[in-house]
């Protein structure tokens, strides 16, 4: 007996754009195609990715036993596959196994990514039965004050990069006594090396339209906006869609789940400025004009889009929030180390074997997850360097990989955990290189609103180039120390104000790569390189002399 | 040039646009980017008649027009090809895809001299973990080496990932 002989069987091909990129729609047009033809009987669903993005598209079927995966799979491979047994889990060279217990899945603590890659995303049957919306349903029997106090009290710090807590910006946004307020989402994602937010759209976009509801629940917002960056046409089309939806369903709109609240949200979509990924500048970008930051104070939660007291919260940290509410701040708060609680959702992007997503709790270390999971390079050669927090971030030398992933210790090391990206380099990479790119990025991508960021950016460029081509080299050094100096000082946003981090830290840890492969011993390395001490998990807090942005 | 007859139609389609945005908060960026949806770029002409209509200056229009990226002022090719050239596709050799459309005497921003293809470069697809990662004619394209950038920046993206043309 066969699957294919009785009640279809069924199978998830992924819809999230990364196996997209690399075949999916091919193998679901396959599988559909021989299900046409009468062949075989098969449902195909179309899921979200389980992050296991090296093995798109990987393909699951429904099993007795649960769901095992194949991958990666190409159209070419789908009729041997059904032909082999597909539809009953039978061996194969492409067979990975009952996907839940995959090590690399298993040892993960899914909690912001529980549903993505298991549901159809657009499913609210699937969401509903996979533990969707008790978190609002447990938020609007609570006063507001107690949705903040309960997010308070988890822990749970904003995951756009600058890590501030979101209830006590919340408590702002719920104190202030203005009729109408407002709940934006940063969607903007433009960090290198992140997709988090992106893969949680497209895998699971109920789950943000909860957390928003649930927000303008505890704060008394009515509307909200969801700020896309355009280079994201699925996670657009997948969050309108499923808005749509959750109207249709009353989860949207007047009324919600029969409560009093009222709330409607909209999608609003960037249009390439990295910089619009800012909260203030983002804001000016919603209000329909140039992506220029605004000086803070005032903070946005006081005076936010159109004036009106504003939640601006990353996808992360909003699609965390129905989890907390159903789960209880308390086992949100037992996970992680230090004043890092809960789970983040690291991607792991760049040369590396095994790319992905991998949601812990804060403390594992950088290590761990580029040579244990990651599986080291794909290219096969010896790893370098790893770039963490996205295009303003550090490169890490090998010799740092034992930190934990956690906000201070990062910060105590001259880094920044950020959205939680890490871009894995092998050793062929040219940090001088990188160090430019730095700045050229920052060039490209500066509001303008101020000059070291505007021209020191530039000039840096400029700086970097000499110095590689040997001109006055140690003068230039001096200059361009002085220069990433006023870059920090001077500006007005994390852009100018970080990009000194990956270049400095470029110049740090690997000053050979600027001295054309002389090793020039009387050179000061630019920032005094101050000895990584290993970071205890323990040690106290400390504010450390790195900019962290933002304030609330 | 029929300079009339193309600007009459750059303004109703304009004045149609906003109008369909009038409920809308602050709409400019969602008129400018239905208004570049429908004619392909944002035209010269639409900078008064968007002025006039949302009641905003011409400098301000023109101002944000200019600030955005993804706002072209002439049209683009008749394919649009997108070379991601952000940390993570560079850790793989995003380097060389550049090199390759140069030596296919292909300008980084600008449209080929047949009209036929525009390559851009883009900081960040959100396809880090398959890079490097090319976007063409909005559709994201993952682990490409030279031959595939080849097929996409000929038009012939249908090519399935081992070389055959697929249904
Ligand atoms: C240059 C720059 C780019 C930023 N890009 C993003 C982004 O793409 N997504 C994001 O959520 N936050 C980004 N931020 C952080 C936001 O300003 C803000 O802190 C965040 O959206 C607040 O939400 P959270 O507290 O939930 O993290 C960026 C900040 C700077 C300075
Ligand atoms: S630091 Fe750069 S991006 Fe930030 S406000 Fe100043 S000019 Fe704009
Ligand atoms: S860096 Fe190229 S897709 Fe993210």
């Known amino acids: 007996m066969n699957n294919s002989s009785h009640t279809a069987a069924t199978v998830y091909v992924p819809r999230d754009s990364a196996a997209r990129s690399v075949g999916a729609d091919e193998v679901a047009g396959a599988l559909q195609r021989a299900a046409t033809r009468g062949d075989f009987a098969i449902d195909v669903v179309r899921n979200g990715s389980r992050g296991m993005l090296w093995l798109e598209p990987m393909v699951e079927v429904v099993t007795p036993q649960g769901r095992v995966g194949y991958g990666p799979v190409t159209a070419e491979d789908v009729d041997g596959l059904l032909a082999a047994g597909l539809l009953d889990g039978a061996d194969h060279p492409l067979r990975l196994g009952l996907v839940d217990e995959l090590p690399w899945l298993a040892r993960q603590t899914r909690v912001t990514f529980a549903r993505v890659g298991v549901t159809d995303p657009l ?42 807590p979101a209830g006590i910006k919340w408590n702002t946004v719920l104190g202030c006594a203005d009729e109408l307020k407002f709940v934006c989402c940063n969607a903007d994602e433009g960090d290198s090396g992140t997709f988090a937010d992106r893969m949680v759209m497209e895998g699971d976009p109920f789950l943000l339209i909860e957390g928003m509801t649930i927000a303008s629940h505890a704060v008394g917002a009515s509307e909200g906006y969801l700020y896309i960056r355009s280079e994201y046409p699925d996670a657009i089309a997948t ?29 609003r979509v960037g249009a390439g400025a990295y910089i619009c990924g800012e909260e203030t500048s983002m804001l000016e970008s919603l209000e329909g004009k140039r992506g220029t930051v605004r000086a803070k104070p005032p903070i946005p939660a006081i005076e936010g889009l159109f004036g009106k007291p504003t939640v601006v919260n990353n996808v992360l940290t909003l699609t965390t929030v129905p989890v907390v509410l159903a789960k209880g701040a308390k086992a949100y708060q037992d996970l992680g180390v230090g004043r890092s609680r809960g789970t983040q959702v690291f991607q792991l992007g760049g040369n590396i074997a095994r790319g992905g997503i991998v949601e812990t709790a804060f403390g594992i270390t950088l290590r761990e997850l580029v040579e244990d999971y990651g599986g080291g390079t794909r290219t096969g050669r010896p790893l370098r360097t790893a770039q963490v927090g996205g295009p303003l971030g550090a490169y890490l030398p090998t010799s740092m990989f034992d930190l934990p992933m956690d906000y201070e210790a990062f910060a105590e090391a001259g880094a920044m955990l950020g959205h939680g990206g890490i871009v894995v380099f092998d050793d062929s990479v040219d940090m001088a290189a990188q160090a430019r790119f730095a700045m050229e990025f920052c060039a490209e991508e500066s509001c303008g609103k101020c000059t070291p ?79 990584i001490q290993p970071v205890q998990v323990s040690q106290p807090v400390q504010a450390s002399g790195v900019r962290t942005e933002g304030t609330a | 040039m029929t300079i009339s007859g193309s600007d009459m139609s750059v303004e109703s ?33 639409a900078i008064p008649v968007l002025a006039d209509e949302l009641n905003l200056s011409r400098a301000d229009v023109h101002g944000v027009v200019t600030f955005y990226h993804d706002f072209r002022r002439e049209p683009a090719g008749r394919t649009t090809v997108r070379i991601c050239r952000a940390e993570a596709c560079q850790a793989l050799g995003a380097d060389r895809l550049v090199s390759y459309a140069r030596e296919s005497g292909l300008t980084l921003g600008e449209t080929s001299a047949d009209g036929s293809v525009t390559v851009e470069q883009v900081f960040c697809l959100g396809n880090c973990a398959l890079g490097p990662a090319v ?32 249904a």
């Open chain 2, 13 to 45: 389609v304009v004045r149609r646009v906003v109008a369909d945005h009038r409920d809308q908060r602050g709409a400019l960026l969602p008129v400018l980017h239905a208004v570049q949806a429908e004619l392909g770029h944002v035209p010269q002409e």
């Open chain 1, 123 to 164: 499913s609210t049957r699937d969401y509903v039965e996979h533990g969707g919306l008790a978190g609002l349903r447990a938020a609007l029997d609570m006063t507001p004050a107690d949705v903040v106090a309960e997010v308070t009290e988890s822990g749970l710090r904003g995951r756009g990069g600058a890590g501030f």
């Open chain 1, 239 to 267: 969050m309108r869609e499923a808005i749509e939806i959750a109207r249709e369903h009353g989860w949207l709109g007047k009324g919600i789940l029969g409560s009093a609240l009222d709330f409607d949200l909209h999608v």
């Open chain 1, 453 to 531: 960021c505007r021209v020191g950016s530039v000039r840096g460029v400029e700086v970097i180039d000499k110095i590689v081509a040997g001109t006055h080299r140690d003068e230039n050094l001096a200059l361009l120390e002085d220069l990433c100096d006023l870059m920090t000082d001077g500006s007005l946003c994390a852009m100018g104000g970080l990009t000194p981090m990956p270049v400095r830290s470029a110049l740090t840890h690997f000053p050979d790569d600027f001295l054309g492969g002389r090793r020039l011993l009387d050179i000061q390395p630019v920032q005094a390189s101050r000895p």
């Open chain 2, 135 to 166: 976007e063409a004619n909005g559709r994201l394209y993952g682990r490409v080496g030279p031959a595939r950038l080849g097929s996409l920046l000929n038009g012939t993206p249908n090519e399935t990932l081992d070389g055959t043309v697929s």
